[in-house]
Nanobody
Framework: QVQLVESGGGLVQAGGSLRLSCAASRNIFATMGWYHQAPGEQRDLVAT???????NYADSVKGRFTISRDIAKNIVYLQMDDLKPEDTAVYYCYGKTYSAIGFWGRGTQVTVSS
């Protein structure tokens, strides 16, 4: 069974930083990334990273968030700087295998106070 376990969420003031981590139980993912979902909203892309290191970011986080990956440890990170109240959401780790099967973590809450 494949598991993705997130950690690192919490409460931070606007302008602050948090780093999220997601540990995968198996090294089977071609692409990993982060999505977020605010109450009453759909789940939206934050950032993704491939095995080759190619990254993709939502426009709203470009220049503030950085995704990275330790393939040997099966961990993907999301460094979030200059956080804004509108970044408040549950952040979900996502992994897509080489055969395009997707897996989700259970999510970690990020709350940014103004």
């Amino acid at each position: 069974q494949v598991q993705l376990v997130e950690s690192g969420g919490g409460l931070v003031q606007a302008g602050g930083s948090l780093r999220l981590s997601c540990a995968a139980s198996r090294n089977i993912f071609a692409t990993m990334g982060w999505y977020h979902q605010a109450p009453g909203e759909q789940r939206d892309l934050v950032a993704t990273i491939t095995n080759g290191g190619a990254t993709n970011y939502a426009d709203s986080v470009k220049g503030r968030f950085t995704i990275s990956r330790d393939i040997a440890k099966n961990i993907v990170y999301l460094q979030m700087d200059d956080l804004k109240p509108e970044d408040t959401a549950v952040y979900y780790c996502y992994g897509k295998t080489y055969s395009a099967i997707g897996f989700w973590g259970r999510g970690t809450q990020v709350t940014v106070s103004s």
